[in-house]
């Protein structure tokens, strides 16, 4: 069992930048890939970013490429979303996920899953 805990979230101005961190606890998080996932008011949830936990490879949603970089940190037990160049339409409440049993970019596949913490970027 692994609890995620999400933080870094907050009120920006588009164009600035933010780090999203996702704290696990438990054990065998350095055997999990993780994904960040959000969602918008009246959206579904999709795919921002995932990263393999076997060779650290990263996979990113056309939308965020170029612009986020997802990273993980087995020592601290922590994986994070760093944001730049923020936009209106990257505003939601971003959810980390682990433990991937299928395709990366669906909800789905993850077995495990934060609360979620808010971004909301002001035009």
């Known amino acids: 069992q692994v609890r995620l805990v999400e933080s870094g979230g907050g009120l920006v101005q588009s164009g600035d930048s933010l780090r999203l961190s996702c704290a696990a606890s438990?054990?065998?998080?350095?055997?999990?890939?993780v994904a960040w996932f959000r969602q918008a008011p009246g959206k579904e949830r999709e795919f921002v970013a995932y990263i393999a936990w076997t060779d650290y490879t990263t996979k990113y949603a056309d939308s965020v490429k170029g612009r986020f970089t997802i990273s993980k940190d087995n020592a601290e037990n922590t994986a994070y979303l760093q944001m730049n160049s923020l936009k209106p339409e990257d505003a939601g409440l971003y959810y980390c996920?682990?433990?991937?049993?299928?395709?990366?970019?669906?909800?789905?596949?993850?077995?495990?899953w934060g609360q979620g913490t808010q971004v909301t970027v002001a035009s």
């Open positions: 996920a682990a433990y991937s049993t299928g395709t990366y970019n669906l909800a789905k596949s993850y077995r495990y």
């Open positions: 438990g054990r065998n998080f350095e055997s999990y890939s």
